[in-house]
């Protein structure tokens, strides 16, 4: 055994730097490869990162897509239809609303709060889970204990009733419901990375980890956290559209940010009353949560045919 | 019998941890909560602070609070409204039976649609069918509610007239004396069917939409499960022993594959008893969900936490149930 | 042949794969004759459960009948409507499988089984064919209890100690043999004529696959019943059939009655297969095995499909595929080289 150790370390001590980083790039290339031919073979997967993608660009560049700006009323063009509606025109292709602002504007701007809520409290969740989750499977025992209780705990509150109970106390604003929602989806990557580490932890690379005397905090970080980032990457992906369907709740229930700042959800609870004669007011926006969501979806979907091919049916 | 003893043992801590979240929800306020609350009404002297503090019993120490707030709720006093001047057990009750009916008809709903619908796509793998199928349960679980619920309204109140689009019963239908308070089973005691049926098409909309992301969720656990279980030697021998394919599918294969939906459908009864929020705000259902919106806004605390812990609750009561279900579906376990 | 009741012509079932497709029977013939135990032999993967799953029309996704015909009394099964192959599967033709566990199903009582069974078929004596009679609760209930009834006797008659508890209980209370006399009841309720055996003793202990054999060999003369056993185990084959089919890579390399094949084997392949199970007589000697793998059934070699492991194997092999043809009374082989 010492003699390959140390024949090991000659190996990695006669790699130039150089060399090491060509290694681990030329790998990170053939990996990225080989999971793009498999993700690529899902066509609505496909689609689906396309939506995402679009929504993020748009997000992105709002001001450079759009002449329009979304909070400023303009009276002289309240309510116009959409432009395929009799009617419509082209300066306001998804009509305007009851001030005058213009749809697709607002739907555009929508898209970079729910987008940063989405990703944000995702990666932190993701983050805090993982930690958690690590820490929960691995040493099991009491804090497992503790943690797991906390999570059925947790569980047991409706999301949204707890989100919105959240918002309630801490104050409207985008920070407070980054918190809110934080509160409770941490649990989900825990969950799903304390059961897989409970599987790792058998398996044979750790036991080799341990037998060459590696340290707790190395087998986790070092050797189990690279073999359960899959399903991670997975979960999370399937949270943000879990987590932009609780922001547009939470602004529907008009407790989101603060308006006049546009968001999706907020859009569609202010056009509600007139549903029943501008209906685009509302539908529009709800249209771009359901897109979002969907694309996220699909696009989790296919990573995890392509990530993780045990988690196939 | 020591299996269900165990199971009811489990939810202790979960209920312990229930009743000090909701208790820690007035505390999580930035700043003092009486002045938020108070700050609502406009100028208020020092003295009424103190005087809504004590009421409260927020001048206690934490620990002595949480205790008294935890018999409190075990005695059955529940506090009283800061609104509404009412104790928060009279408020809440007026709106429980809307909510149940409502939750209810929801989770039918959602079975009668999720099942049947997983089950054909199984038997129908890779069909055209099928894919359909998959493709519509994922938009279901993609789609915000209040847009749906939208949507139904502007297609069958607004456009086609078919339904109608709010509360529980029209105006001009006399509505049934209050027994249970559940609409349906009041009228019917009454023997009231104009009442029933009005109440039936009130339901339609609200229930369509607070089941559609429950019904997708059960299609594609139907679905994957149905797919495990076809596989099994026990359904090739049955077909081999001749029995008819469509009792093969329903009485060989879904009664095993029942077994894990129960469990999936009761973990995700969350997300169900949450949409109770979007759905009755939308159909203006005088239930628990709009009684929970109206007093965040107004930081009526007492009856958020109440109503808050009724939810959670529910959902604890609802995954022991499903957990006893389990138990009766698959004999493996049977006590 | 008069006697003849099952009669298996050029049967074709093919698996469409990522790979390719798996032609898991290749023209499969053979012929079982009334009250006749007829053995498949092979190792796993040469078709022969494929081939009995065929029979019954019971090939999953992505399995598929492509050719050939089932002659059952003379009728062909492979032509036969979905409603009217279900009237001969469980009553005519019935099947037992390799794991008794994974076979009953786990969430209805072991008693309700059978019954069903019963029920399916009248028990083969029950009255009350008109379906209007069939919706009348008191002859509906009657027939439960008829079908109860009989039930138990065949739980008796397969040998099931204190029948009437038994048949409330569930099949995980069972053991592993009684799971499979349990098996054999429900597929001996309606008295088939012809029973299809599966691998039926793989799953069990040594001592209980005795039993079991013992126990399908008595009935099977009691009922007069023609079998199909399957199996890898040469032994079973010599204690229970009259005759020998041996499957290898989809197709039939010999058959023949079952002392020809155990003493007289013509194909290198059943020589193999004879020379690889364990002797007492020659103890001292270590156990041969049949070099090399059995092709994959997407890609096989071209002419005799053995010649890649076949010791006698020569050019002609790779260009010629072997016919099957009598050597002599009743015994065929697939072998240039036997026939040479």
């Given at each position: 055994?010492?003699?390959?150790l140390?024949?090991?370390?000659?190996?990695?001590?006669?790699?130039?730097?150089?060399?090491?980083?060509?290694?681990?790039l030329r790998?990170?290339?053939?990996?990225i490869q080989e999971?793009?031919?498999?993700?690529?073979?899902?066509?609505?997967?496909?689609?689906?990162?396309?939506?995402?993608?679009?929504?993020?660009?748009?997000?992105?560049?709002?001001?450079?897509?759009?002449p329009?700006?979304?909070?400023?009323?303009?009276?002289?063009?309240i309510?116009?239809?959409?432009?395929w509606?009799?009617?419509?025109?082209?300066?306001?292709?998804?009509?305007?609303?009851?001030?005058?602002?213009?749809?697709?504007?607002?739907?555009i701007?929508?898209?970079?709060?729910?987008l940063?809520?989405?990703?944000?409290?995702?990666?932190?969740?993701?983050?805090?889970?993982v930690?958690?989750?690590?820490?929960?499977g691995?040493?099991?025992g009491?804090?497992?204990?503790?943690?797991?209780?906390?999570?059925?705990?947790?569980?047991?509150?409706p999301y949204?009733?707890?989100?919105?109970?959240?918002?309630?106390?801490?104050g409207?604003?985008?920070?407070?419901?980054?918190?809110a929602l934080?509160?409770k989806?941490?649990?989900?990557?825990?969950?799903?990375?304390?059961?897989?580490?409970?599987?790792?932890?058998?398996?044979e690379y750790?036991?080799a980890?341990?037998?060459?005397?590696?340290?707790?905090?190395?087998?986790?970080?070092r050797?189990?956290?690279?073999?359960?980032?899959?399903s991670?990457?997975?979960?999370?992906?399937?949270?943000v559209?879990?987590?932009?369907?609780?922001?547009?709740?939470?602004?529907f229930?008009?407790?989101?940010?603060e308006p006049?700042?546009?968001?999706w959800g907020?859009?569609?609870?202010?056009?509600?009353?007139?549903?029943n004669?501008?209906?685009?007011?509302?539908?529009?926006?709800g249209?771009?949560?359901l897109l979002?969501?969907?694309?996220i979806?699909?696009?989790?979907?296919?990573?995890?045919?392509?990530?993780?091919?045990?988690l196939r049916? | 019998?020591?299996?269900?003893?165990?199971?009811?043992?489990?939810?202790?801590?979960?209920?312990?941890?229930?009743?000090l979240?909701v208790?820690s929800?007035m505390?999580?306020?930035?700043?003092d909560?009486?002045?938020?609350?108070?700050?609502?009404?406009?100028?208020?002297?020092?003295?009424?602070?103190?005087?809504?503090?004590?009421?409260?019993?927020?001048?206690r120490?934490?620990?002595?609070q949480y205790?008294?707030?935890?018999?409190?709720?075990?005695?059955?006093?529940w506090?009283?409204?800061?609104?509404?001047?009412?104790?928060?057990?009279?408020?809440?009750?007026?709106?429980?039976?809307?909510?149940?009916?409502?939750?209810?008809?929801?989770?039918?709903?959602?079975?009668?649609?999720?099942i049947?619908?997983?089950?054909?796509s199984?038997?129908?793998?890779?069909?055209w069918?099928?894919?359909?199928?998959?493709l519509v349960?994922?938009?279901?679980?993609s789609m915000?509610?209040f847009?749906l619920g939208?949507t139904l309204?502007?297609?069958?109140?607004?456009?086609?007239?078919?339904?109608?689009?709010?509360v529980?019963?029209?105006f001009?239908i006399?509505?049934?004396?209050t027994?249970t308070?559940?609409?349906?089973?009041?009228?019917?005691l009454?023997?009231?069917?104009?009442?029933?049926?009005?109440?039936?098409?009130?339901?339609?909309l609200?229930?369509?939409?607070?089941?559609?992301?429950?019904?997708?969720l059960?299609?594609?656990?139907?679905?994957?499960?149905?797919?495990?279980?076809?596989?099994?030697?026990y359904?090739?021998?049955?077909?081999?022993?001749?029995?008819?394919?469509?009792?093969?599918?329903?009485?060989?294969?879904?009664?095993?594959?029942?077994?894990?939906?129960?469990?999936?459908?009761?973990?995700n009864?969350g997300?169900?008893?949450?949409?109770?929020?979007?759905?009755?705000?939308?159909?203006?259902?005088p239930?628990?969900?709009?009684?929970?919106?109206?007093?965040?806004?107004t930081?009526?605390y007492?009856?958020?936490?109440?109503s808050?812990?009724?939810?959670?609750?529910t959902?604890?009561?609802?995954?022991?149930?499903?957990?006893?279900?389990?138990?009766?579906?698959?004999?493996?376990?049977?006590? | 042949?008069?006697?003849?009741l099952?009669?298996v012509?050029?049967l074709?079932?093919?698996?469409?794969?990522?790979?390719?497709v798996?032609?898991?029977?290749?023209?499969?013939?053979?012929?079982?004759?009334?009250?006749?135990?007829?053995?498949i032999?092979?190792e796993?993967?040469?078709g022969?459960?494929?081939?009995?799953?065929?029979?019954?029309r019971?090939?999953?996704?992505?399995?598929?009948?492509?050719?050939?015909?089932?002659?059952?009394?003379?009728?062909?099964?492979?032509?036969?409507?979905?409603?009217?192959?279900?009237h001969v599967?469980?009553?005519?033709?019935?099947?037992?499988?390799?794991?008794?566990l994974?076979?009953?199903?786990?969430?209805?009582?072991?008693?309700?089984?059978?019954v069903?069974?019963?029920?399916?078929?009248?028990?083969?004596?029950?009255?009350a064919?008109?379906?209007?009679?069939?919706?009348?609760?008191?002859?509906?209930?009657?027939?439960?209890d008829?079908?109860?009834?009989?039930?138990?006797?065949?739980?008796?008659?397969?040998?099931?100690?204190?029948?009437?508890?038994?048949?409330?209980?569930?099949?995980?209370q069972f053991?592993g043999?009684?799971?499979q006399?349990?098996?054999i009841?429900?597929?001996?309720?309606?008295?088939?004529a012809?029973?299809?055996?599966?691998?039926?003793?793989?799953?069990?202990?040594?001592?209980v696959q005795?039993?079991?054999?013992?126990?399908?060999?008595?009935l099977?003369?009691?009922?007069?019943m023609?079998?199909?056993l399957?199996?890898?185990d040469?032994?079973?084959v010599?204690?229970f059939?009259?005759?020998?089919?041996?499957?290898?890579?989809?197709?039939?390399?010999?058959?023949?009655?079952?002392?020809?094949?155990?003493?007289?084997p013509?194909?290198?392949?059943?020589?193999?297969?004879l020379?690889s199970?364990p002797?007492?007589?020659?103890?001292?000697?270590?156990?041969?095995?049949i070099?090399g793998m059995v092709?994959?059934?997407?890609?096989?070699?071209?002419?005799?499909?053995?010649?890649?492991r076949?010791?006698?194997?020569?050019?002609?092999?790779?260009e010629?595929d072997?016919?099957?043809?009598?050597?002599?009374?009743?015994?065929?082989v697939?072998?240039l080289?036997a026939?040479?």
């Open positions: 055994m010492d003699k390959y140390a024949r090991a370390e000659e190996f990695v001590i006669t790699e130039t730097l150089q060399q090491k980083l060509l290694r681990v790998r990170t290339v053939s990996n999971f793009w031919r498999l993700y690529r073979k899902n066509h609505l997967a496909v689609i689906g990162g396309a939506i995402v993608l679009a929504f993020i660009l748009l997000a992105i560049f709002a001001p450079w897509v759009t329009h700006d979304p909070v400023t009323p303009n009276f002289r063009a309510r116009k239809p959409p432009v509606m009799k009617g419509g025109s082209w300066t306001h292709p998804l009509g305007t609303d009851h001030l005058g602002r213009d749809i697709w504007t607002r739907i701007y929508g898209a970079r709060v729910s940063f809520i989405g990703f944000v409290v995702v990666g932190f969740a993701t983050v805090i889970g930690t958690l989750g690590l820490i929960s691995y040493y099991g009491k804090i497992d204990a503790v943690i797991q209780r906390v999570i059925d705990t947790l569980l047991a509150f949204l009733i707890l989100a919105t109970a959240l918002v309630g106390v801490l409207p604003g985008l920070r407070n419901i980054v918190l934080l509160y989806e941490w649990i989900y990557p825990c969950r799903v990375v304390r059961s897989e580490v409970l599987v790792a932890k058998e398996q750790v036991e980890a341990r037998t060459v005397g590696a340290g707790n905090r190395h087998i986790m970080f050797e189990i956290l690279p073999n359960v980032l899959a991670t990457v997975v979960v999370s992906t399937l949270r559209g879990s987590v932009i369907l609780m922001e547009a709740s939470l602004s229930l008009g407790l989101g940010v006049p700042t546009p968001a907020s859009m569609v609870a202010e056009g509600r009353r007139f549903i004669t501008e209906w685009w007011v509302s539908t529009l926006p249209l771009a949560i979002t969501v969907l694309g979806n699909l696009m989790g979907e296919g990573l995890r045919d392509a990530l993780d091919p045990k049916e | 019998m020591d299996k269900i003893l165990q199971r009811l043992l489990h939810t202790i801590p979960v209920l312990i941890g229930i009743s979240i208790f929800l505390h999580l306020t930035p700043g909560p009486v002045e938020i609350m108070l700050g609502e009404v406009g100028y208020v002297s020092q003295e009424d602070i103190e005087l809504m503090r004590a009421e409260l019993g927020l001048d120490p934490l620990i002595e205790f008294s707030f935890v018999a409190g709720i075990l005695r059955g006093d506090g009283t409204s800061l609104r509404a001047r009412v104790p928060v057990k009279a408020l809440i009750l007026e709106r429980l039976p809307a909510t149940i009916e409502l939750t209810i008809a929801a989770i039918v709903v959602s079975l009668i649609i999720g049947p619908a997983g089950v054909l199984a038997v129908r793998r890779y069909s069918l099928d894919k359909l199928g998959t349960a994922l938009v279901g679980i915000p509610q847009w939208l309204i502007l297609v069958f109140s607004v456009g086609l007239h078919l339904l109608p689009g709010g529980r019963l029209a001009d006399p509505a049934p004396p027994v308070g559940l609409l349906l089973v009041d009228s019917i009454a023997g009231n069917w104009t009442a029933f049926w009005g109440t039936m098409r009130h339901l339609a609200p229930a369509l939409t607070l089941g559609a992301p429950m019904s997708a059960t299609m594609r656990v139907t679905r994957s499960s149905m797919l495990e279980v076809i596989r099994q030697d359904v090739t021998f049955a077909r081999a022993k001749g029995v008819k394919e469509m009792a093969v599918v329903i009485k060989h294969a879904l009664r095993n594959a029942l077994i894990p939906i129960v469990t999936v459908v009761a973990l009864m997300s169900l008893l949450g949409g109770n929020m979007i759905v009755e705000r939308i159909f203006s259902w239930g628990l969900g709009q009684l929970v919106v109206d007093s965040i806004r930081y009526d007492p009856v958020v936490q109440v808050v812990m009724i939810y959670a609750l959902y604890v009561a609802m995954n022991l149930i499903a957990d006893l279900l389990y138990m009766r579906l698959n004999p493996r376990v049977r006590i | 042949m008069g006697n003849c099952l009669e012509k050029d074709k079932t093919y698996f469409n794969t990522d790979n390719g798996a032609k898991a029977v290749d023209g499969v013939s053979f012929s079982v004759a009334h009250g006749q135990a007829v053995g032999v092979g796993s993967g040469c022969k459960s494929v081939t009995a799953r065929s029979i019954m019971l090939v999953d996704y992505p399995g598929k009948i492509v050719g050939g015909q089932v002659l059952f009394r003379g009728e062909d099964l492979l032509s036969k409507s979905e409603k009217e192959i279900r599967r469980g009553k005519e033709i019935a099947m037992i499988f390799q794991d008794p994974s076979t009953l199903n786990p969430v209805l009582t072991v008693g309700d089984q059978i069903e069974a019963i029920e399916l078929h009248h028990g083969g004596s029950l009255p064919d008109s379906p209007l009679e069939r919706l009348n609760p008191f002859v509906r209930r009657r027939m439960r008829e079908a109860w009834q009989r039930a138990l006797q065949m739980m008796e008659q397969v040998g099931i100690p204190a029948p009437e508890q038994r048949m409330n209980e569930y099949p995980h053991s043999g009684m799971r006399r349990v098996m009841a429900i597929a001996l309720s309606c008295s088939p012809l029973l299809i055996a599966d691998e039926p003793t793989t799953a069990l202990d040594v001592t005795a039993q079991i054999l013992e126990l399908m060999k008595e099977q003369r009691k009922l007069n023609a079998v199909i399957i199996t890898h040469l032994g079973v010599a204690e059939c009259d005759r020998v089919i041996v499957m290898y890579a989809g197709k039939v390399v010999e058959a023949g009655p079952v002392d020809n094949i155990l003493f007289d013509q194909h290198p392949y059943t020589a193999g297969l020379k199970i002797r007492i007589e020659d103890r001292h000697r270590p156990i041969q095995t070099p092709p994959e059934l997407y890609n096989l070699p071209s002419g005799c499909r053995f010649r890649t076949c010791p006698m194997a020569d050019v002609r092999c790779a010629e072997p016919p099957l043809v009598d050597v002599s009374h009743d015994h065929q697939s072998c080289q026939i040479a």
